[in-house]
């Protein structure tokens, strides 16, 4: 496939300018997520022409397509015509759950492998993809806010320079610049969600007259500044071990929240494990206290906060006693004795700190 060098010229349009933008004054290297599909094309070229020598593609090979290989070659030549360095990453998508969402984990850890110190990595989603995202997110329940145009990545920082550029600017640069690209049979396939949104849904409420994409942007940014609140108050927390409820908020979206704030304090639990954890607590009578092991400290639920309990040293248990006895403990004072029309001890009676799966067997 033949590839056009970079004009002498390029247009000085949004493409530029937002892609200028978010170099700033960068003064290392900057790595450029290739997939060789348009959107990042246009991509590499604006950014190899605005900082020549600074720019080094990172194109990740899934092996999920049997032109994969041919891909990563189209990759190399495109990035050798736009004079940038390039890298190759071979990563396995294999496993249980959504090829998709593997596939997606194994990319960002190929790229957070390989942003240095400081570090800046640029990806080409775009306006449209924004929309949909918010679309799909609201549709699964999972909140209104789309993708981040900056967030941390390894030891670096991931930015989106194109995420206020709709897609047919996109393809006005390319046709302006006479680049070639990619066009993955996959972006195609209605039965992932994404498309389905793409090809069907949106189709259909843009023709209502109703302008449905800045609607959608309009309430992700609110709920972008609703989110950044409440992450404010997770900062706040982030010392204390413990964290009420409510700062969670609701859906999916409190388990990762909830997540952020655990691993913030050194532990990383299974984010099904939270979900369902959360589901217990709001379910919860006055009388339940949800725990939840992590790690080697246990989240628990009392009276609308959530505790997370440290590993801590456990007294000698008192052992065999003959009621009626009262024993001083480190936590309080027991006292076994009969009680009026109830429990009545018959014999020696086993006195323990509680383990788990205990049974009190009635005489």
């Known amino acids: 496939m033949d590839v056009a060098a970079p004009a002498s010229t390029v247009p000085s349009d949004a493409v530029r300018a937002a892609v200028a933008a978010a170099l700033g004054d960068q003064a290392g290297r900057v790595l450029v997520g290739f997939s060789g599909g348009l959107d990042s094309t246009v991509l590499l070229h604006a950014a190899a022409s605005l900082a020549p020598g600074r720019i080094r593609a990172v194109h990740v090979d899934h092996a999920l397509h049997r032109d994969s290989a041919t891909w990563a070659e189209h990759c190399r030549q495109t990035a050798a015509a736009f004079g940038v360095a390039f890298d190759l990453c071979r990563v396995d998508a294999s496993g249980p759950g ?77 046709t302006l610049e006479r680049l ?93 494990a939270l979900r369902e954890y959360l589901r217990q607590v709001d379910t919860a009578g006055r009388d339940r206290q949800p725990a939840l092991p992590v790690g080697r400290c246990v989240l628990r639920w009392y009276r609308g906060v959530l505790h997370l309990v440290g590993p801590r040293s456990q007294p000698a248990a008192p052992g065999t006693v003959d009621p009626p006895v009262t024993l001083t403990l480190e936590s309080g004072v027991l006292a076994i004795g009969p009680g009026p029309g109830g429990f009545r001890p018959v014999g020696r009676v086993q006195v323990s700190f509680r383990q788990g799966g205990e049974r009190l067997r009635s005489g």
Do not use: C
């Open 98 to 174: 959504s090829i998709e969402a593997n596939a997606r984990r194994a990319r960002y850890r190929a790229f957070a492998g390989l942003l240095a110190e400081g570090g800046t990595l640029l990806l080409a989603h775009h306006r449209d993809d924004q929309v949909e995202t918010v679309l799909l997110r609201r549709l699964q329940g999972r909140g209104s806010y789309g993708m981040p145009g900056e967030r941390p990545l390894g030891a670096g920082v991931l930015k989106r320079p194109l995420l206020a550029v709709p897609r047919d600017r996109l393809a006005r640069y390319a």
């Open 180 to 272: 070639s690209w990619i066009e993955d049979p996959a972006n195609r396939d209605l039965r992932h969600a994404r498309n389905d949104v793409r090809h069907r849904l949106l189709p259909v409420l843009r023709t209502g007259g109703v302008d449905v994409d800045g609607s959608l942007l309009r309430d992700a940014e609110r709920a972008a500044a609703d989110e950044r609140a409440r992450l404010a108050a997770l900062d706040r927390a982030v010392d204390a071990d413990v964290l009420p409820r409510a700062l969670l908020g609701t859906g999916d979206d409190a388990a990762e929240r909830l997540r952020t704030w655990t691993v913030r304090l050194g532990t990383v639990p299974r984010r099904a």
